[in-house]
């Protein structure tokens, strides 16, 4: 007899088309035994969203869906997921994505097989009309891929949640939400790492949505540019302040803490330590930063390059990247 897994799925402020598109995308999938859970974060769209989740809930008794009384945010609507569930194997799941019919079969096979607490997967990204825009999220956004353990599942984050399948014992130590969780993908990995270890699948299982309303999204460097001159102006002191707000402390800094917090193992333990102090040094700097050898200790790896190479400049050579700043 086939395994439970617990599609947990956020919803707020839905595109219906999107919402029906990913909900029939799960009801789908070849592996059947499923529960999907929902939770809508009091989306101001809730009387049409509300009409489409009970028409799914009468439909197939595997989803059960709850309606918050005010909103929370996604993080904590995803934490109040992983509270009502309590199947052995758990996913995430974006309200606007669409799984291939394999996603969960091949999931759960590769986790079983690897035995491992945590297995992602590659993805294409489409735009907001369905139209692929990158056929392999891994080489577009240069993710590390980890077999195993890795340092880099420390200082990154490994896999966008909606790639991701993890067990119940990586739930049983996530839950309750310490106040600085700041990315529950990256702390769901973050603990598979400590455990029994993470692995991928190079294959595309779903196509993730990128449109304005993404929270990180997937977009590039560029784009995230793009939208933070328009609102701050292109001066060096607007560059500084984006190196240091948008860049080091939000994909960095504050994940950094979120793992200490977590973690179990005095090894990762010292690690995070000389990390959080790493990114606290850069962000003292406005010129030059000379550490050069301890960004390829904490950051370096397998599928990184481009990633690294503009890494490097942000972090070690401010005053160049804000030449490309300006562009």
């Given at each position: 007899?086939?395994?439970?897994v617990d599609?947990?799925?956020?919803?707020y402020?839905t595109?219906?088309i999107?919402l029906k598109?990913?909900i029939?995308?799960?009801?789908n999938?070849?592996?059947?035994?499923?529960?999907?859970i929902i939770?809508?974060?009091y989306?101001e769209?809730s009387?049409e969203?509300k009409?489409?989740?009970?028409k799914?809930k009468?439909k197939?008794?595997?989803?059960t869906?709850y309606?918050?009384?005010?909103?929370?945010?996604?993080?904590?609507?995803?934490e109040?997921?992983l509270q009502?569930?309590?199947?052995?194997?758990i996913?995430?799941?974006d309200h606007?994505d669409?799984?291939?019919?394999?996603?969960v079969e091949?999931?759960?096979k590769i986790?079983?097989?690897?035995?491992?607490?945590?297995?992602?997967c590659?993805?294409k990204q489409?735009?907001?009309?369905?139209?692929?825009?990158?056929?392999?999220?891994?080489?577009y956004?240069?993710m590390?891929?980890i077999?195993?353990?890795s340092?880099?599942a420390?200082?990154r984050c490994?896999?966008?949640?909606c790639?991701q399948i993890f067990t119940?014992?990586?739930?049983?130590?996530?839950?309750p939400?310490?106040?600085?969780?700041m990315a529950?993908?990256?702390?769901?990995?973050f603990?598979?790492?400590e455990?029994?270890?993470?692995a991928?699948?190079?294959e595309?299982l779903l196509?993730?949505r990128l449109h304005n309303?993404?929270?990180?999204g997937?977009?590039?460097?560029a784009?995230?540019?793009?939208k933070w001159?328009?609102?701050?102006?292109?001066?060096?002191n607007?560059?500084?302040?984006?190196?240091?707000e948008k860049?080091?402390?939000?994909?960095?800094?504050?994940?950094a803490k979120?793992c200490?917090?977590?973690s179990?193992?005095?090894?990762?333990k010292?690690f995070?330590e000389?990390?959080?102090k790493?990114?606290?040094?850069l962000?003292?700097?406005?010129?030059?930063n000379?550490?050069?050898i301890k960004?390829f200790r904490f950051?370096?790896?397998k599928?990184?390059?481009k990633?690294m190479v503009?890494e490097?400049v942000?972090?070690h050579?401010?005053i160049?990247?804000?030449?490309?700043?300006?562009?």
């Open positions: 007899m086939k395994e439970t599609i947990l799925l956020a919803t402020n595109n219906p999107y598109e990913q029939e995308s799960i009801l999938q070849t592996y059947k035994e499923i529960k999907l939770s809508d974060d989306s769209t009387k969203i009409e489409i989740l009970d799914y009468e197939d008794k595997r989803i869906v309606y918050q009384e005010k909103n929370i945010g996604y993080i904590k609507n995803f109040f997921l009502k569930s309590n199947s052995n194997y996913m995430f799941s606007d669409i799984w291939y019919e394999n996603k091949e999931s759960v986790l079983k097989e690897k035995q491992v607490d945590l297995v992602y590659n993805a489409i735009d907001e009309n369905g139209k692929i825009i990158h056929e392999s999220y891994f080489k956004k240069n590390p891929l077999e195993r353990k340092n880099l420390i200082s490994i896999g966008i949640g790639s119940k014992e990586v739930r049983e130590k996530i839950i939400f310490k106040e600085n969780v529950h993908d990256w702390l769901a990995a603990i598979a790492n455990n029994k270890g993470i991928y699948i190079e595309t196509e993730y309303t993404n929270v990180f997937g977009r590039s460097l784009q995230n540019l793009a001159k328009k609102e701050n102006g292109k001066s060096y607007s560059y500084l302040k984006y190196r240091k860049v080091i402390d939000m994909a960095y800094l504050d994940g979120m200490y917090s977590y179990e193992n005095e090894k990762n010292k995070l000389n990390l959080i790493y990114y606290e040094k962000e003292q700097c406005n010129f030059i000379f550490h050069f960004y950051l370096a790896g599928n990184l390059f990633k503009k490097f942000i972090f050579l401010p160049i990247g804000y030449i490309t700043f300006k562009m």
